[in-house]
């Protein structure tokens, strides 16, 4: 069956890990809950661990356990200087327009963190859809019921239709396991031996062709 739909996850996906974006959103997550629960570091690398593992994020733990506002949190933690980072990829948008699939975001990030990356980079003029952590609650990934809601909120898609792009070898895998095709983003040329691997998004036609085809290259050996 033909994919019909590209979904993408965003932080370190649609960027490199080595931009520092994401360490520095860490950062700011630490000083959230520094400011917010007044923990000793010790224990906050305890509780975020803690949180990640049990609930697939910081964020639901916190509004689970200890009464913190999304709202507030999101805010808090994506308040980063974006255009300071990030630059436009021309290279990316010409890979990525070169694909005739629809094109969608879904992250466990919110919609203002999402176009302003999008836009940074330049290819926001490609993708018709978002579905981030707040559309999917109490859920998000790598839980299967995110998956669904996120294939039900993009228009009932098929699994089976769907390629997804992620960083995180969690949330590939339960893409997989739900039928989707994926591709591993891995920057730190450390291949899956289960999935097909490419350190950066705009290297995706190494994998993935163009009449939507998954393709395991020489290029993949080499990582």
């Known amino acids: 069956m033909p994919i019909t739909t590209l979904i993408l996850d965003l932080d370190e996906t649609v960027y490199p890990s080595s931009t520092g974006l994401w360490d520095l959103i860490g950062e700011r997550i630490f000083a959230f809950i520094h400011q917010r629960l007044e923990l000793p570091a010790e224990a906050i690398h305890a509780l975020q661990y803690q949180y ?15 009464g913190i506002d999304a709202r507030d949190y999101l805010d808090y933690v994506h308040d980063v200087p974006i255009e300071n980072i990030l630059a436009p990829d021309q290279e990316l948008h010409d ?68 390629l ?43 994998v993935f062709s163009k009449d939507g085809e998954i393709q395991i290259s020489s290029a993949l050996a080499d990582l």
């Open 164 to 206: 997804f792009i992620d960083d995180s070898l969690r949330n590939i895998q339960t893409a997989a396991e739900m039928g989707m095709s994926v591709v591993h983003i891995n920057e730190k040329k450390q291949p899956s031996l289960l999935y097909p691997t490419v350190r950066y998004l705009k290297e995706l036609p190494q």
């Open 52 to 66: 990640f593992n049990s609930y697939g994020t910081t964020l639901r733990g916190l509004e689970l356990n200890n």
């Open 95 to 162: 890979v990525l327009s070169g694909y005739p699939q629809r094109k969608v975001i879904f992250t466990n990030s919110d919609k203002n963190h999402t176009q302003r990356v999008l836009e940074r980079i330049g290819i926001a003029d490609l993708f018709d859809g978002v579905v981030d952590v707040q559309d999917i609650r109490p859920h998000c990934k790598p839980q299967p019921e995110a998956f669904q809601v996120a294939l039900n909120l993009f228009g009932g898609l098929d699994a089976a239709d769907c």
